[in-house]
């Protein structure tokens, strides 16, 4: 009986953000300049049925085809797709949230932390463009969820949902050195040690391949970022 209505608590928090959501749905895109420049690369690369944009230095890879593989398999207007797919990673990320932060005992603090996102004013407005952010933010989130567990199938769950969001933003980059703590403290082999952090340069690694082998320089995407913010 209280797991259904723990059920029933969270899904309503769900519709609400759902029924929230649906009306920035109704108004057209307003946000900066590369939430427009996302949606015609992803609408080029749909065309073409490039799946993998290798030809994207500076954006990493995986921010056009997460949206490209879901315009390809719900194939509705394209417009409407792309928001819906961040509508949906959003949704998913409150039920990260719910899970991540309560205890058996205080579940009280996962309702109140996922009714505050779901209506927290800055994630309505991202989650119906065709920004980045909440793509990233699931699987980010989720790889420090599943890294917190004892079971080794979760935590290595937990670093695929890392080398996605890996390949999605670069703040995941940054995150790397606390990733790594979570893995020392969580393995006991060294073995095991250094092939779960190995896994997580994975991506990392091959962006920076990608960069040198098409530009000469391994770190091309930053000079460019730097040049693109002097310039805009």
């Not at 057209?28 to 996302?38: H, K, N, Q």
């Not at 799946?51 to 390809?72: D, E, G, K, Q, T």
């Amino acid at each position: 009986m209280k797991n259904i209505r723990q059920l029933f608590l969270i899904l309503i928090i769900l519709f609400v953000q759902v029924i929230v959501d649906f009306q920035f749905l109704k108004q057209p895109i307003v946000s900066e300049g590369d939430s427009y420049t996302r949606f015609f690369i992803v609408y080029t690369d749909l065309l073409a049925k490039n799946f993998i944009n290798f030809n994207s230095f500076v954006w990493l890879p995986l921010s056009f085809s997460i949206p490209v593989i879901f315009s390809f398999l719900v194939p509705i207007e394209f417009e409407l797709s792309q928001r819906i797919l961040t509508m949906i990673f959003s949704l998913l990320t409150t039920l990260v949230l719910f899970f991540s932060v309560g205890t058996n005992k205080k579940k009280e603090t996962s309702y109140l932390v996922a009714l505050l996102f779901a209506l927290f004013p800055l994630r309505m407005f991202i989650s119906t463009t065709t920004l980045t952010e909440t793509m990233f933010g699931f699987f980010f989130l989720s790889a420090l969820l599943l890294l917190r567990k004892n079971q080794k199938i979760l935590m290595y769950i937990g670093l695929i949902s890392l080398s996605i969001a890996q390949g999605i933003r670069y703040e995941a980059w940054y995150c790397l050195p606390f990733f790594w703590f979570l893995i020392i403290k969580k393995t006991t082999h060294r073995i095991e040690k250094l092939l779960s952090i190995g896994l997580t340069l994975l991506v990392p690694t091959l962006h920076l391949c990608n960069n040198f082998i098409h530009k000469g320089d391994p770190f091309f995407f930053l000079k460019q970022k730097y040049f693109d913010a002097n310039i805009y």
